[in-house]
């Protein structure tokens, strides 16, 4: 399985866009690149995922890399109900998922 | 719909005493998955099931047992507690196609039980 590296946190201020960054350099072809996050002490809540195009839904925006190495998932404007770990998620063929450590996101006033 | 429900939400437990909890999710998925997690760490899988009938081991199995006679319910079992099971526990849900072996279907995460084992 492929593996991600996450900064374990990063602060952003409320209004602008939370940029958070993911290192998957053994991605193989079909592993899908996945978000969710995990608001304090409730159960993780899936954001988005990709393959290899540009994602966007109503909750934030995915970039891929065109080698696929690494991703990027923005929210627009950050607000303190955003504040949370993220974790990015490189998913396997057997439909598991497999969390790390995440980053912890402050989005401050 | 309420999703993926998780009873009961706290819990403590004698080192030794068994229990049950409880996972039901009224979404007709037949993907359903047990996580636990310790403070500060991310999410790691117990027990998942590919639907009725179905049940197969994850990362941290030991210590653990599930059934899932029905689509809607997929209780895990805790046979002789110990500290080291101490975790907050998580139950999930996704859908896959039928007769796909695999699904990139966004999992459903309950509340979570808290247990605490002395």
């Known amino acids: 399985d492929a593996k991600t590296t996450q900064p374990p946190s990063m602060d952003c201020a409320e209004g602008r866009a939370a940029n958070l960054p993911c290192n998957h350099s053994?991605?193989?072809?079909?592993?899908?690149v996945y978000w969710y996050r995990q608001i304090h002490s409730q159960g993780p809540q899936y954001i988005i995922h990709?393959?290899?195009n540009n994602e966007t839904n109503e909750m934030a925006s995915l970039i891929i890399t065109e080698d696929r190495k690494s991703s990027t998932l923005i929210l627009p404007h950050a607000t303190l109900r955003d504040t949370a770990v993220y974790y990015c998620i490189v998913r396997n063929a057997g439909n598991m998922l497999t969390f790390g450590g995440g980053t912890r996101l402050m989005v401050k006033p | 719909n309420a999703g993926v429900t998780q009873t009961p939400k706290f819990r403590i437990l004698k080192i030794g005493q068994s229990m049950t909890l409880q996972c039901a999710q009224d979404?007709?998925?037949?993907?359903m998955y047990w996580y636990r997690q310790d403070p500060g760490m991310g999410l790691k899988l117990i027990y998942y099931?590919?639907?009725?009938?179905?049940?197969d081991k994850g990362e941290v199995p030991n210590g653990y047992n599930v059934s899932r006679s029905t689509t809607e319910d997929f209780p895990l079992r805790l046979e002789l507690a110990a500290p080291s099971q101490t975790s907050v526990y998580f139950c999930?849900?996704?859908?896959?196609?039928?007769?796909?072996?695999?699904?990139?279907?966004?999992?459903?995460f309950g509340p979570g039980t808290r247990l605490t084992v002395l």
């Open positions: 990709g393959l290899k």
């Open positions: 099931s590919v639907g009725a009938g179905i049940t």
């Open positions: 999930a849900s996704s859908y896959s196609p039928s007769g796909s072996s695999k699904s990139y279907n966004e999992q459903f």
């Open positions: 979404m007709n998925h037949n993907y």
């Open positions: 053994t991605i193989s072809g079909n592993e899908y």
